[in-house]
C-alpha cells in the first residue's frame, strides 16, 4: 500500500474510478436481485458468536447493559448466522451486502473490513447458484464496462459460462492424487503431497495437507480463460453444508474461481442442527489447538436451523470480484475508506 494516505487528493484521484465503478456493478446486482424478487436485508453486526471456523479470526467487543452488566460480543465474520435465522422466519429469497470483519488478515486481497454479498433461495436447488454466478459475473463486467477480468497476468472471459470441475477431479488433474482414497488416511495424503513438491510439518492434520494441495497445485490453474466451479468438497472441509444425494464422502459445496483467485462459497445447506453442532464443537477443538481461543457457540442459531427449510447460500468476495472486473491490483483500491495500516 502506498505510504501516502487514501484520502490523499492524488491517491484518491487514482482509485475514484474503481469506487465510482464499484458503485455502477452494486446498482446492476440490485436490480439482478429485484427482478427475481429477493428482498435486500441488513443483519446485525453484533453477535454472540462471529462463526465457528477454526482458521478465521474475529473481532471481540464488550456489551454493557444499563445496570453495567457485561457481555461478550463479537463483529461476524459473515451475515451467514442471521440469514439462515430469517429463512427459518419464512422468507424464501434474500441478499445481503454485509460489512464483515476478519482479524489477522491483511494481503492485496484480504482487508480486515470488507464487503460480502450473499444470498439464499430457500427451497431451490444447489445447482441454481452456479447459474446465478455465471449471470452476476456478467452483470459486474457490463457494468464495468469490460470485456475480461484480470488478476496479476492471468484472465478471463466473465460472458463464458463457467467450467465445472469436482474436487477429486481437480487432485487427479492437477496434482496425480486420488483424493477420494486418502479421505481417511493423514499420512497417505501427506505423502502423495511431498512427492508433488509440496512442505508437510509433522503436526500438519489430514485438513492442512488439504489446504497446501488446493493453493499451491489446484488454485492457480482455475478460472483461467473462464470462471471455475470447484464442487463437491469432502465432508470433513464441508462446514455448514449438506452432503450430497449421489455420494456421502462429498458435500454440495462449491467455490468460484475467476484469474486463480476464489471469490465466492456455496452450500446446499445443511439443516441438521445435531450433524452442525458436531461440526462446530470439532472446529473449535482445532481451533483451540492451534491457536489457543474457540468462540461460543450460537445456541439461537442452531435453535432455527431445527425449523429451516431446505436451502442454498452462497457468499461471494465483492471487493474481489471489484478488483477483477476493474483491474485493480489490492483490495484498498476498490473500498472507499481503507482501514489505515
Known amino acids: 500500500m502506498t505510504s501516502s494516505p487514501w484520502w490523499a487528493p492524488r491517491v484518491y484521484a487514482d ?90 488478515e491483511r494481503t492485496a486481497l484480504h482487508h480486515p473490513e470488507f464487503t460480502m454479498l450473499e444470498w439464499y433461495r430457500a427451497n431451490e436447488s444447489y445447482g441454481t447458484l452456479v447459474e446465478d454466478c455465471a449471470e452476476l459475473l456478467r452483470a459486474a463486467a457490463e457494468a464495468a464496462g469490460t470485456k475480461r477480468f484480470v488478476w496479476r497476468g492471468r484472465e478471463a472471459d466473465p460472458f463464458v459460462p463457467p467450467e465445472r470441475i469436482t474436487v477429486a477431479e481437480a487432485f487427479r488433474h492437477y496434482a496425480g492424487i486420488d483424493l477420494l482414497a486418502m479421505l481417511d488416511d493423514r499420512d497417505a495424503l501427506a505423502t502423495a503431497a511431498r512427492e508433488q513438491g509440496i512442505r508437510v510439518a509433522e503436526d500438519d492434520t489430514w485438513a492442512d495437507v488439504f489446504s497446501r494441495i488446493i493453493v499451491e497445485k489446484i ?44 471469490i465466492a462459497n456455496a452450500f446446499g445447506e445443511l439443516t441438521d442442527p445435531a450433524e452442525q453442532r458436531r461440526r462446530f464443537e470439532a472446529e473449535m477443538a482445532e481451533k483451540q489447538r492451534v491457536h489457543g481461543e474457540r468462540y461460543p457457540l450460537d445456541e439461537d442459531f442452531l435453535a432455527a436451523l431445527a425449523c429451516m427449510p431446505p436451502a442454498c447460500g452462497i457468499a461471494l468476495g465483492f471487493d474481489r470480484l471489484v478488483m477483477l472486473a476493474t483491474g485493480a491490483q489490492r483490495i484498498e483500491q476498490v473500498l472507499w475508506t481503507p482501514v489505515l495500516e
Not at 38 to 56: D, K, M, R
Not at 72 to 77: G, N, R, S, V
Open 219 to 262: 488454485e492457480p490453474n482455475l478460472g483461467i480463460s473462464r470462471a471455475t466451479v470447484l464442487d463437491e468438497y469432502p465432508v470433513s472441509e464441508a462446514a455448514l453444508a449438506r452432503p450430497t444425494a449421489h455420494d456421502p464422502r462429498v458435500a454440495e459445496r462449491f467455490e468460484l474461481y475467476v484469474c486463480g483467485v476464489e
Open 15 to 104: 482509485r475514484r474510478p474503481f469506487l465510482i465503478a464499484r458503485n455502477r456493478i452494486s446498482a446492476a446486482f440490485r436490480v439482478w436481485f429485484s427482478a427475481r424478487d429477493f428482498a435486500e436485508v441488513e443483519t446485525a453486526i453484533l453477535q454472540v458468536s462471529p462463526g465457528n471456523e477454526a482458521h478465521l479470526h474475529a473481532f471481540a467487543t464488550e456489551l454493557i447493559a444499563p445496570d453495567a452488566t457485561r457481555s461478550l460480543l463479537y463483529l461476524h465474520t459473515s451475515p451467514e448466522f442471521a440469514a439462515k435465522k430469517l429463512l427459518a422466519a419464512g422468507e424464501p429469497r434474500l441478499f445481503t451486502f454485509a460489512r464483515v470483519f476478519r482479524n489477522r
